[in-house]
């Protein structure tokens, strides 16, 4: 069974940082593209952050200066490194798989973690 297990998501002040895990089992995670999305509440979820198999990047212009996604191949785990942390940043974080960048959408997803920053 596919599996994608978020943690790593707390309460945190403004101006703090939180790192994200992922872990990934079920796949062949060094093939796949993971990402990071994220949903406040009332809103839609959005993209924060993807990762190629390859190793290319790319960020929310709200987040970009201030996150960093990254991969561990042999723990077959994805990381969101989240500095200057800002209250709208506070949602619920997801991980996501696909075989490709552009469908991640459509791809596996994980229960999700939350992050909560206070100003």
């Known amino acids: 069974q596919v599996q994608l297990a978020e943690s790593g998501g707390g309460l945190v002040q403004a101006g703090g940082s939180l790192r994200l895990s992922c872990a990934a089992s079920?796949?062949?995670?060094?093939?796949?593209?993971m990402g990071w999305y994220r949903q406040a509440p009332g809103k839609e979820r959005e993209l924060v952050a993807r990762?190629?198999?390859?190793?290319?990047?790319n960020y929310a212009d709200s987040v970009k200066g201030r996150y960093t996604i990254s991969r561990d191949n042999a723990k077959n785990t994805l990381y969101l490194q989240m500095n200057s942390l800002k209250p709208e940043d506070t949602a619920m974080y997801y991980c996501?798989?696909?075989?490709?960048?552009?469908?991640?959408?459509?791809?596996?997803w994980g229960q999700g973690t939350q992050v909560t920053v206070s100003s």
């Open positions: 996501a798989a696909a075989l490709t960048i552009v469908t991640m959408r459509q791809g596996y």
């Open positions: 990762i190629s198999s390859g190793g290319r990047t």
């Open positions: 079920g796949f062949p995670f060094s093939s796949y593209a």
